[in-house]
C-alpha cells in the first residue's frame, strides 16, 4: 500500500515526538546534557540525513508560505554547508526550526546502538563523552536510551527509499521541500472542463 504525503507527515512527526521525549527523559534519568552554546553537531559540515525526517518541516514551510523562498536558498547553498537552519548568532542561538528538527538531530548525543558484542554504546559528541555524566553512566541507565537503529527502522516501514537514502543535510531538507511542492502543485491543479 502507497501512503500519501500527509499520512507520512502525520507519522513521521509522531516518530519525532516519541524521540524527544525518550532522548529527554534518558538526559535527566543520565545527567548528560549538551553544553551550553557548544553547537558542534550543528556545525558538522558531513552531517547525513534522510529527506523523510524532514517531511514535517517542509509540510510546516508550505504551510507558512516561505517554502518556495527556503528551497531556493538552499539550493544556493555551497556543498557541504552547515545546515540552513543553524543560526548561532540570532537571540536563543541554535536551530531556528527547533521543533522542526529532523530525527538525526533529536537522536544524536542521546542514543544508542549495540556493539559487537550486542551491548548498548552511546552515540554521543566528544564533549559529552568528556562529561563526568558519562563517564559515571551506569549500564542500567545506559539501557534505557533510545535505541538510534529501531527508531530508523520505524522511518523506513513509512518509505523504505526515502528513509534510507544519506544526504547531507541541506540536500535532505532540500529534497523534502521538492516533494512538498510537488505534491501540493499537482493537488492544487486544476483539471479543466
Same mark, same amino acid.
Given at each position: 500500500?502507497?501512503?500519501?504525503?500527509?499520512?507520512?507527515?502525520?507519522?513521521?512527526?509522531?516518530? +519525532?515526538?516519541?524521540?524527544?521525549?525518550?532522548?529527554?527523559?534518558?538526559? %535527566?534519568?543520565? $545527567? =548528560?546534557?549538551?553544553?551550553?552554546? @557548544? #553547537?558542534?553537531?550543528?556545525?558538522?559540515?558531513?552531517?547525513?540525513?534522510?529527506?523523510?525526517?524532514?517531511?514535517?518541516?517542509?509540510?510546516? +514551510?508550505?504551510?507558512?508560505?516561505?517554502?518556495?523562498?527556503?528551497?531556493? %536558498?538552499?539550493? $544556493? =547553498?555551497?556543498?557541504?554547508?552547515? @545546515? #540552513?537552519?543553524?543560526?548561532?548568532?540570532?537571540?536563543?542561538?541554535?536551530?531556528?526550526?527547533?521543533?522542526?528538527?529532523?530525527?538525526?538531530?533529536?537522536?544524536?548525543?542521546?542514543?544508542?546502538?549495540?556493539?559487537?558484542?550486542?551491548?548498548?554504546? =552511546?552515540?554521543?559528541?566528544?564533549?559529552?563523552?568528556?562529561?563526568?555524566?558519562?563517564?559515571?553512566?551506569?549500564?542500567?541507565?545506559?539501557?534505557?536510551?533510545?535505541?538510534?537503529?529501531?527508531?530508523?527502522?520505524?522511518?523506513?516501514?513509512?518509505?523504505?527509499?526515502?528513509?534510507?537514502?544519506? =544526504?547531507?543535510?541541506?540536500?535532505?531538507?532540500?529534497?523534502?521541500?521538492?516533494?512538498?511542492?510537488?505534491?501540493?502543485?499537482?493537488?492544487?491543479?486544476?483539471?479543466?472542463?
Amino acid at each position: 500500500m502507497r501512503k500519501s504525503l500527509n499520512y507520512k507527515v502525520v507519522h513521521v512527526r509522531k516518530l +519525532l515526538n516519541e524521540a524527544s521525549m525518550h532522548t529527554e527523559t534518558f538526559s %535527566k534519568a543520565s $545527567n =548528560l546534557h549538551c553544553q551550553q552554546g @557548544c #553547537y558542534s553537531c550543528c556545525l558538522k559540515r558531513d552531517l547525513y540525513a534522510s529527506s523523510l525526517e524532514f517531511f514535517p518541516l517542509a509540510y510546516e +514551510l508550505y504551510k507558512e508560505g516561505t517554502a518556495e523562498t527556503v528551497y531556493d %536558498k538552499i539550493g $544556493n =547553498l555551497p556543498q557541504n554547508a552547515p @545546515c #540552513y537552519f543553524f543560526t548561532p548568532f540570532e537571540q536563543n542561538g541554535g536551530c531556528s526550526r527547533y521543533n522542526d528538527r529532523g530525527l538525526i538531530c533529536r537522536l544524536f548525543g542521546f542514543s544508542s546502538n549495540t556493539d559487537k558484542n550486542d551491548k548498548p554504546r =552511546l552515540i554521543t559528541c566528544k564533549g559529552i563523552k568528556q562529561t563526568d555524566a558519562f563517564q559515571n553512566l551506569l549500564p542500567s541507565v545506559l539501557g534505557k536510551s533510545p535505541n538510534f537503529s529501531d527508531f530508523y527502522i520505524r522511518l523506513a516501514s513509512l518509505d523504505f527509499q526515502l528513509a534510507n537514502e544519506q =544526504l547531507q543535510i541541506n540536500e535532505a531538507i532540500h529534497k523534502a521541500l521538492e516533494i512538498v511542492l510537488n505534491y501540493e502543485s499537482l493537488r492544487n491543479r486544476r483539471i479543466p472542463a
